[in-house]
Nanobody
Framework: QVQLVESGGGLVQAGGSLRLSCAAS????????MGWYRQAPGKQRELVAR???????FYADSVKGRFTISRDNAKNTVFLQMNSLKPEDVAVYYC????????????????WGQGTQVTVSS
């Protein structure tokens, strides 16, 4: 089992910044398998940014140039730096560990954090 604990959400004015953190712990996980999703009220959960099995990063078009995913391998923590926030970024943000092969090793299990609320006032 893998535990993901998010922090860093809150209320910010449009144009402001927030930094989300996700700390992973448990039996078997890969920091490369981690990413961020979000779910706005009345909408489906969507991918925001994640690391790929090839070691690169992926961003949704809506956040490119504004959000940056990064990691601290020593602390098993993934970050999402969110700049130039817009009202349409309002959502609950979830950390995710996706099963798959990473650096030649298979990591089973899809895990989710509890979510952290991001609110942007206009």
């Amino acid at each position: 089992q893998v535990q993901l604990v998010e922090s860093g959400g809150g209320l910010v004015q449009a144009g402001g910044s927030l930094r989300l953190s996700c700390a992973a712990s448990g039996r078997k996980f890969s920091i490369n398998a981690m990413g961020w999703y979000r779910q706005a009220p009345g909408k489906q959960r969507e991918l925001v940014a994640r690391f790929t099995s090839g070691g690169s990063t992926f961003y949704a078009d809506s956040v490119k140039g504004r959000f940056t995913i990064s990691r601290d391998n020593a602390k098993n923590t993934v970050f999402l730096q969110m700049n130039s926030l817009k009202p349409e970024d309002v959502a609950v943000y979830y950390c995710n560990h996706k099963s798959g092969y990473y650096s030649g090793v298979y990591y089973p299990g899809d895990y989710w954090g509890q979510g952290t609320q991001v609110t942007v006032s206009s």
